[in-house]
Nanobody, 122 residues
Framework: VQLQASGGGLVQAGGSLRLSCAPS????????MAWFRQGLGNERDLVAA???????YYADSVKGRFTVSRDNAKNTVYMQMTALKPEDSAAYFC?????????????????WGQGTLVTVSS
């Protein structure tokens, strides 16, 4: 399954962006879909994840500012990012898997999309 992410861009601190991700072709239902981010020289870390049964997970650094949601019929995951900070600047990657395997780190996701760049200016 190849995922396609979109919605990144340049925004001022305090602004908002919305990321979207969906398979490039029709696929079976993806049980868990998530967003990771990777800053320059950093590891790829989980930002948020959404399970098809409604459960969501967030990194502490984005709780209260980012909201992850899904359209299960479209196998699409969204992430609304508000109150953006310069430290949120990174390449954001969409990931998915047919199974939920803990912990939610990059080793436990089989399918990935290309990164979409988010830059937050101060």
């Amino acid at each position: 399954v190849q995922l396609q992410a979109s919605g990144g861009g340049l925004v001022q601190a305090g602004g908002s962006l919305r990321l979207s991700c969906a398979p490039s072709r029709r696929s079976y239902s993806l049980f868990v879909m998530a967003w990771f981010r990777q800053g320059l020289g950093n590891e790829r870390d989980l930002v948020a994840a959404a399970v098809s049964d409604g459960d969501t997970y967030y990194a502490d650094s984005v709780k209260g500012r980012f909201t992850v949601s899904r359209d299960n019929a479209k196998n699409t995951v969204y992430m609304q990012m508000t109150a953006l900070k310069p430290e949120d600047s990174a390449a954001y990657f969409c990931a998915a898997d047919y199974n939920l395997i803990m912990p939610l780190d990059e080793r436990n996701f089989e399918f990935w999309g290309q990164g979409t760049l988010v830059t937050v200016s101060s």
